[in-house]
């Protein structure tokens, strides 16, 4: 039912943000809204989600410049769980712009290089699975990794390097090669003592000699037998990095092992939960993955996926593309930046909510697809993409990982 990704949601629909204006005050055209106007002259109005958009080319035509955009819950308007303020008395006092979204102390604790190449940790595989249906292509794996001994720990959206054996060309140790974690700060079983990781061997028809080459790393990974030590560094990365709000809003835009960092995060908002493995991580915000592969059979985790979707379906949606089935409206493949053009008004909508965090993980060259789609969306409402989007990410709310 969710390959179409069509399921509306119906959180997302229901709510309602309050738009702070300026520049209509004085001239009278605040009538024409019908909104309170407070002493500086700016006003509030309160906007239901599917009409984000038509309000918004509203004020611009009558002038006016949309200063900051909150989500309204109850009859309060959220304040980044600092104090709230009721829509119509608000003073602005507290008010920040839209595109602030958290305090950084987060990135304070997170943990870096606890284990460098020159003393890595030797983390025994445990076991090694294959993520690729039949009839798929190529082979992806999902390792899971034995830390119990040791000091390593890590947070969802990190990376762990792996030293593959042997030497290369030049007779040297080989270099670490980065991947993304793709469990939970508790690992799959929940008992803080492994790490998994989602690898895709990487084959290619070398250009000069056309013949068949493995990478070196990769091949090292996929063929593993369990039981295996391997040098694991790390961890490094700060990019993907989940917010700690638990009602902030996940876009999630995923090619490939891209999945990787956001299974992570959608264990921690869901499964998790159910295991109350995190106290003070509810999470009630809206997560929506967006999700390239080139065929069905190349879903990777698609039956844990869907049953959480099945099971969560206010707050969690699936679109898939998928590029040697699917067609976008032109006829040719479907790629992911067809399913953000498809949805460009709702995601848009949702981006403009300064509790949503946009997260783009996968093949390196993806986010320039979306960027396009995107950018001619928020076009439609007099913004600068571009502009915009530097903003969010000031603000850690545009986050890209590719590679
Ligand atoms: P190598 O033996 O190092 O070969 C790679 C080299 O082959 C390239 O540098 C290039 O010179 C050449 N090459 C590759 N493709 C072609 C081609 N089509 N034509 C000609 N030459 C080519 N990978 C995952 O599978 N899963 C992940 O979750 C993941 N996360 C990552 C996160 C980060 C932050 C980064 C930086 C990378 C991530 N990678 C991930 C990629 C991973 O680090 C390795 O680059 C990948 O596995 C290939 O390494 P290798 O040793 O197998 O290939």
């Known amino acids: 039912p969710s390959i179409s990704g069509v399921k509306a949601n119906s959180t997302a629909n229901s709510r309602l943000y309050v738009y702070e204006i300026e520049g209509l005050g004085q001239n009278g055209e605040a009538s024409n809204l019908n909104v309170p106007i407070r002493r500086?002259?700016?006003?509030?109005?309160?906007?239901?989600?599917?009409?984000?958009?038509?309000?918004?080319?509203?004020?611009?035509?009558?002038?006016?410049?949309?200063?900051?955009?909150?989500?309204?819950?109850?009859?309060?308007?959220?304040?980044?769980?600092?104090?709230?303020?009721?829509?119509?008395?608000?003073?602005?006092?507290?008010?920040?712009?839209?595109?602030?979204?958290?305090?950084?102390?987060?990135?304070?604790?997170?943990?870096?290089?606890?284990?460098?190449?020159?003393?890595?940790?030797?983390?025994?595989?445990?076991?090694?699975?294959?993520?690729?249906?039949?009839?798929?292509?190529?082979?992806?794996?999902?390792?899971?990794?034995?830390?119990?001994?040791?000091?390593?720990?890590?947070?969802?959206?990190?990376?762990?390097?792996?030293?593959?054996?042997?030497?290369?060309?030049?007779?040297?140790?080989h270099k670490l090669r980065l991947y993304s974690i793709a469990s939970t700060r508790h690992g799959d079983d929940v008992d803080d003592k492994t790490v998994s990781l989602c690898v895709r061997q990487l084959v290619y028809e070398d250009p000069e000699t056309e013949e068949t080459v493995k990478g070196v790393c990769?091949?090292?990974?996929?063929?593993?037998?369990?039981?295996?030590?391997?040098?694991?560094?790390?961890?490094?990365?700060?990019?993907?990095?989940?917010?700690?709000?638990?009602?902030?809003?996940?876009?999630?835009?995923?090619?490939?092992?891209?999945?990787?960092?956001?299974?992570?995060?959608?264990w921690r908002m869901f499964k998790e939960a159910e295991r109350q493995a995190n106290p003070d991580y509810r999470f009630k915000g809206f997560a929506w993955l967006i999700f390239g592969i080139p065929k069905t059979p190349n879903i990777l985790y698609k039956e844990e996926l869907e049953a959480l979707q099945a099971k969560y379906p206010d707050n969690f949606r699936i679109t898939y593309a998928i590029s040697r089935e699917q067609k976008n409206e032109e006829g040719g493949r479907m790629y992911i930046q067809h399913r953000v053009a498809e949805h460009a008004e709702e995601l848009w909508n949702l981006i403009q909510d300064e509790k949503t965090h946009t997260y783009i993980c996968g093949l390196k060259g993806m986010e320039d697809g979306i960027d396009a789609a995107l950018a001619e969306q928020a076009s439609k409402s007099d913004v600068d993409w571009e502009e915009y989007r530097r903003a969010m990410k000031k603000n850690d709310r545009w986050h890209v990982e590719t590679y």
């Open 40 to 173: 500086s002259g700016n006003m509030f109005l309160t906007v239901p989600y599917n009409r984000m958009n038509q309000e918004m080319k509203r004020i611009a035509k009558l002038g006016g410049k949309i200063v900051s955009i909150r989500p309204l819950v109850g009859d309060t308007i959220e304040n980044n769980g600092s104090a709230a303020s009721t829509a119509q008395s608000a003073s602005g006092d507290t008010d920040r712009p839209m595109t602030q979204a958290k305090p950084k102390e987060q990135k304070k604790k997170v943990p870096v290089n606890i284990y460098k190449p020159k003393e890595p940790y030797m983390g025994a595989c445990l076991s090694n699975d294959e993520l690729v249906a039949e009839g798929g292509i190529g082979t992806v794996r999902h390792l899971k990794f034995d830390l119990s001994e040791g000091d390593m720990y890590y947070l969802e959206g990190q990376s762990i390097g792996v030293i593959p054996e042997g030497e290369d060309e030049k007779g040297r140790p």
């Open 218 to 266: 990769s091949t090292y990974l996929c063929n593993m037998e369990p039981g295996t030590k391997v040098k694991l560094t790390g961890p490094v990365g700060k990019e993907m990095l989940l917010p700690d709000d638990p009602n902030a809003n996940i876009i999630m835009m995923a090619t490939g092992t891209g999945i990787a960092p956001f299974r992570a995060y959608l």
